[in-house]
């Protein structure tokens, strides 16, 4: 049963790459490159079913941003958890 409670459905801290949310800052880099957000995953019992938030929230961090070469600053980022 231990696996089963593991694996349902439910949010989850999941380490997600800043890239992956700012596609389009790729002249920057991110310290910390990945920042910890609340996503769903698991399993359902049903193959009908998906895992989907039933509510989202957004989540503000302090970023360090550097432009290689030219300038750094720490910053806030905003995200959807």
Known sequence: M??????YCRPIETLV???QE?????EYIF???CVPLMRCA????DEALE?????E??????IMRIKP????HIGEMSFLQ
Do not use: A, L, W
């Open 51 to 55: 895992c989907v938030p039933t509510s």
């Open 22 to 26: 700012y596609p389009d800052e790729i």
């Open 42 to 45: 698991g399993c359902c019992n």
């Open 17 to 19: 790459d800043i890239f």
């Open 69 to 72: 070469h030219q300038s750094q």
């Open 2 to 7: 231990d696996v089963y409670q593991r694996s």
């Open 57 to 62: 929230s957004n989540i503000t961090m302090q």
């Open 31 to 33: 310290k910390p490159s």
